[in-house]
């Protein structure tokens, strides 16, 4: 039997879709939902399933971003070749990506005993939903919002490329929530702060869901489940990102704030009383 039926897939799915690139936490609400639904949030397969369709939300990304994608990427190869592109913008841009997703990496890979086991606890997520919510309103009151996008660094890639470490190993932190601060703290405005968030996500969970690509085809979880879940994650996931554009474009991140505290609140009651397995 496999540890998640196809109507399962379809809601954690649709769950991923909706909060990957949310500042709320997908892996939060993705164990969340899990725990509601009696799967097995610390199988080593069910932690894979998670990983493998958040590649559903990153081609949503892909497709979304496409024009900026190809831009970006025919920059750096014709900079490979020709000495005189490597002054343009978004050459430099698409090695300050590559450099920023190494610190995830090494921590992912040195850290994976922790991030599969301990860390994995539905305690873990509510503490890390309402202190993240903490951090995400100062970085939005502190932040100045006066730097767009064609202003970033090095220095901005790398620190909010580091920043994706927290929701690493705090679930429930949020990567979306914990790059959106760091870059908001750095002055970039919200709009230029979510852009970021999205193509320095690319990398990292590409990887991820293909190296967890294995365990998730293994004994616990079937390939037909996985392919649902990363296909109705993507559609969603699509539809989330413009809606998410627009709403930052005029609003600030204090629902998003609201809420996470909201759930978070909940999460700890539903653990203290029983109801969810941690």
């Given amino acids: 039997m496999s540890a998640i039926s196809v109507g399962q897939a379809v809601v954690l799915g649709v769950v991923e879709g909706v909060t990957e690139f949310l500042p709320v936490s997908s892996t939060g609400h993705l164990k969340i939902a899990e725990g509601l639904m009696d799967i097995p949030v610390d199988d080593k397969s069910v932690v894979a399933f998670s990983a493998v369709i958040q590649v559903g939300a990153i081609a949503a990304v892909l497709v979304y971003f496409f024009k900026d994608i190809k831009r970006i990427v025919s920059a750096w190869f014709r900079g490979l070749a020709h000495r005189e592109e490597r002054y343009h913008h978004d050459y430099k841009f698409a090695w300050w990506v590559i450099a920023a997703t190494v610190p995830i990496v090494v921590v992912g890979l040195a850290a994976k005993p922790l991030i599969d086991g301990p860390l994995a606890s539905l305690w873990v997520v509510a503490g890390s939903l309402i202190v993240g919510s903490a951090v995400m309103w100062c970085a939005d009151q502190m932040g100045r919002h006066k730097r767009g996008e064609d202003d970033t660094s090095f220095k901005d890639a790398m620190?909010?490329?580091?920043?994706?470490?927290?929701?690493?190993?705090?679930?429930?932190?949020?990567?979306?929530?914990?790059?959106?601060?760091?870059?908001?703290?750095?002055?970039?405005?919200?709009?230029?702060?979510?852009?970021?968030?999205?193509?320095?996500?690319?990398?990292?969970?590409?990887?991820?869901?293909?190296?967890?690509?294995?365990?998730?085809?293994?004994?616990?979880v079937g390939a037909v489940p996985l392919a649902v879940g990363t296909i109705v994650s993507f559609v969603v996931a699509y539809a989330s990102i413009a809606w998410l554009l627009k709403f930052v474009a005029k609003h600030s991140f204090n629902a998003f704030v609201l809420y996470r505290i909201a759930v978070g609140v909940l999460l700890f009651g539903l653990l203290g009383t029983g109801v969810l397995n941690a």
Avoid: H, N, W
Avoid at 172 to 200: C, H, K, N, Q
């Fill in 159 to 220: 620190l909010v490329g580091c920043s994706q470490i927290l929701a690493l190993l705090f679930p429930g932190f949020s990567r979306s929530g914990a790059t959106m601060s760091t870059a908001l703290v750095l002055d970039l405005d919200r709009v230029a702060a979510t852009r970021l968030s999205f193509f320095l996500g690319i990398p990292a969970l590409t990887g991820a869901g293909l190296y967890e690509l294995k365990d998730a085809l293994g004994a616990s």
